[in-house]
């Protein structure tokens, strides 16, 4: 069962470079989440999505885009990279109940110097 | 926007003793749910709990219990005889039942002392 799956694991980018981190889900669920967690804190949203062809800022969507095309594929996509972007990086999915809780992937840790 | 706040940013347990690690939150819906996540070393967060805001039962799993006090806006995670593998921080999570966002607190890092 892969669940929610992250790529790459880590990565280190030179400021001003872009990159995207992709994430894929195979449980068929429509929300999607994309969460930065900087060292010592908690999680804050980013962007999500309920759908695909449906996308929505969340508390830090700053110096980031999304898209959904598909309903497996929600990719955050870090343009002109600046070292306040350093953190983890976490994508979420839940089937769309409210009482479903969110799957995780890995993380990507992300290090911009 | 709702707020979720844990006011222990670390807390220290015996192995085999128990803990309560605090959260609470800020709403005006009547309807929500919460949650507890844990997260190892390992960084991957895994579901620990779950509770619904309209069910007065408090929920339990195992080792796992939680105090939820609707009206004072408190959600406890009660951890009983503790193990090594405890070790981890954990955030406690809301989300209303109209809407799409889960909100997290600051979490709590848990050590057990062998």
């Known amino acids: 069962n892969a669940g929610v799956t992250q790529t790459p694991k880590f990565r280190i980018l030179k400021i001003g470079q872009s990159m995207t981190l992709q994430c894929t889900q195979d449980m068929n669920h429509n929300y999607m989440y994309w969460y930065r967690q900087d060292p010592g804190m908690g999680l804050k949203l980013i962007y999500y999505s309920v759908g695909a062809g449906i996308t929505d800022k969340g508390e830090v969507p700053n110096g980031y885009n999304v898209s959904r095309s598909t309903t497996e594929d929600f990719p955050l996509r870090l343009e002109l990279a600046a070292p306040s972007q350093t953190s983890v990086y976490f994508c979420?999915?839940?089937?769309?109940?409210?009482?479903?809780?969110?799957?995780f992937g890995d993380g990507t840790r992300l290090s911009i110097l | 926007a709702q707020t979720v706040t844990q006011s222990q940013p670390e807390m220290s347990v015996q192995e085999a003793e128990t803990v309560t690690l605090s959260c609470t939150y800020d709403?005006?819906?009547?309807?929500?749910?919460l949650f507890w996540y844990k997260q190892p070393p390992s960084r991957q967060m895994i579901l620990v709990i779950r509770q619904e805001a309209y069910k007065q039962q408090n929920a339990t799993e195992n080792r796992f219990s939680v105090n939820f006090q609707k009206a004072a806006k408190s959600f406890s995670l009660k951890i009983s005889d503790s193990q090594l593998g405890d070790a981890a921080m954990y955030f406690c999570?809301?989300?209303?039942?109209?809407?799409?966002?889960?909100?997290f607190g600051t979490g709590t890092s848990l050590t057990v002392i062998p």
């Open positions: 999570a809301y989300r209303s039942r109209a809407g799409n966002q889960f909100y």
């Open positions: 709403t005006s819906e009547s309807d929500y749910y």
């Open positions: 979420a999915s839940n089937g769309g109940q409210s009482a479903a809780p969110q799957h």
